[in-house]
């Protein structure tokens, strides 16, 4: 499938996805759309073990929703704008297959949305991050009040997002919003190191860990729990799980297949 604002590269079962719309990568419909559509490719790709998605240049991971086309639609525009931009994020988060967000530079509002769709977070020392929203007269429609107070918690997810003020990549660390800070030059490269150790894993404990946290993180306990048994019910008939118990007991390393 061709892409206008997306590239892909697939090496040693990494996919890098870049979105590129320089020069600060704002997301539109288009974008959307391109994102859904390529993690629904790699989804599907036996040769991908894990995801590795950034922004172009060095100035910005994604600077934002674009604000020129949300500023010309009225309510019912905007909720169609809303469900492409829901649908790729919840794609995103749901993929069967580990996604890292290497954040190059500025993430603002649906770029910070965007990041937090991902399953872990790697910055640049240089990133910046806001929720500039409220300042706007509007609020994040990404997700940002729901997923921002699962990692940072109620008090600091409304402190972020009523005031909107820039912070940076320590302040993103402390509030574990981010896994790892690196310097500059290093983020992708970082991120596509940590997606090389994680296509070594067995595909399907992954998958099975990513969808029990995920479900996990929005039932009750009890649920939870039950979530977390289907789950490891699940992966503990895949030949990996046998390979993975064998090998113990053999006192050898096991040769995961991803089945």
Known sequence: ???????CEIENQTALV???RPPVNPLNAQVFQELYNIMDELEENDEVGAIVLTGSGEKAFVAGADI???????????????????????KIESVNKPVIAAINGLALGGGVELALVCDLRICSEKAKFA??????GIIPGGGGTQRLQKIVGQGVAKELLYFGDMFDAERAAELHLVNKVTASDKVVQEAIEWAHKLTEKPAVALHMVK??????????????LTVENHCFSNVFVSKDAKEGLTAFSEKRKPVFQGK
């Open 1 to 7: 499938m061709n892409y206008e604002f997306i590239t």
């Open 211 to 224: 969808t029990a946290i995920n479900i996990g993180s929005n039932v009750d306990l009890e649920s939870g």
């Open 68 to 90: 020129n086309e949300m500023a010309s639609l009225d309510v019912v525009g905007i909720n169609k704008s809303n469900q492409k931009s829901r649908k790729a994020f919840c």
């Open 131 to 136: 929720f500039p929203e409220v300042g706007l």
């Open 18 to 20: 870049t979105i590129n």
